[in-house]
């Protein structure tokens, strides 16, 4: 039987977040994953023999691939995930663009660029029509971004608020697990029974920045900013997956704790109607237990795509706090990529039609 998938590539394929591309792919009814990219040290061996596997067993279609650099000449897909090093990334998500490739990217390196969308496509999937404004560069593909994984968990909690009440101020305080600092990352004898006050790499600046833009609005070819200032602190903590942020938050509008809690309810985001494949029936759920969200307990709703909210009362300082996870790898990186790809195909950008849809 012939495989009507659309074939798609993973660039930096070999690391943390590439294999979690590579679980969420398999099986996947829209996407096939035909290539693997990573850097020189992988390229020309076989995927299992390149790869130190971090999670569960590794997909049998996945094994026999032959790794290989990450360069358009060499990657043959139109849909092209991209969990490369930062730096690297550079030079080669444009060299993909400009050679007719979509690449949805983890990476930090093109975020805060004007022409760039940043997307989380519950909360801003218009912002896709940027990518119309990335041809003036003489490209024919484009770059699609997702934001840091604190700054996607912390987002979708506030979202409908901000709709709804026009966020003014947040405090911000992440507990982030030790997945989002990759393979091998931290070392054990510095986390155990630990918790460490910084995360390197710019991390508070990157949730103090990202969050304006995914809660703003279209304007030509770039985003207008929603008016609201940050302060993070970002914490590394002993859990496996799950990004935990408390926040106190300010409106225009001061809204009651009931308003707040009926408003995040309610959300349904852009694309309840699209029915995409990694959509969560509810991208947001409250959770009813005071002591929630827990990341043992809550971190696989909705397949990782879920963030669970909980503990919203009133601020004395602000006007309101509460607490908001989610599966930094899954929603805070491959998972929310690999739905802003479905988000792309389904909003007819590519001229594609997947299986089974009309
Ligand atoms: N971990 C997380 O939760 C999140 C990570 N991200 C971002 O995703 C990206 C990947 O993160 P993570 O998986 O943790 O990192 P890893 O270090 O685990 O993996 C990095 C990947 O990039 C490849 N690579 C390194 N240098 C080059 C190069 N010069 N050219 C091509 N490929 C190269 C590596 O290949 P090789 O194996 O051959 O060295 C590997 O496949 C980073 O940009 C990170 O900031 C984003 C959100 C969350
Ligand atoms: N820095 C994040 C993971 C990450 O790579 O973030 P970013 O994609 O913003 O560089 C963490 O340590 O949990």
New binding site residues.
Partial sequence: MTDSRLPVAV??????????FVRLLAGHPWFRLAEV???????GKRYAD??KWIEGVMPDEVRDLI?T??DPTQVSATIVF????????AT?EPAFAMAGRFVL?????FRMTDDVPLVIPEVNASHLALLDAQKAKGWSGGVVT????AAIAATMALAPLHERFGLTELFIATMQ?L?????P?VPSLDILGNVIPYIG?DEEGKIEREMQKMLGTVEGARIAQAPFVVSAHANRVPVEHG?TVVMSAKFRQKPSVSEAIAVIRAWKGEIADLNLPSAPREPLVLAEQPDRPQPRRDVNAGNGMTVTVGRVREDAIFHLKLVAMGH??IR???GSAVLNAEALVATGRLGWTPPGRA
């Fill in positions: 660039l930096g394929a070999t690391g943390a977040v590439g294999q979690t990219a990573a850097s020189d040290r992988s390229a390149a790869t790794v650099t990450c991209s969990a490369m090093d930062a730096d690297a990334a080669v990217s983890n990476t930090k390196t997702n934001a840091n994984c697990a997945s989002g600092a990759g393979y990352g790499g990004h930094n790898t805070g990186a491959a």
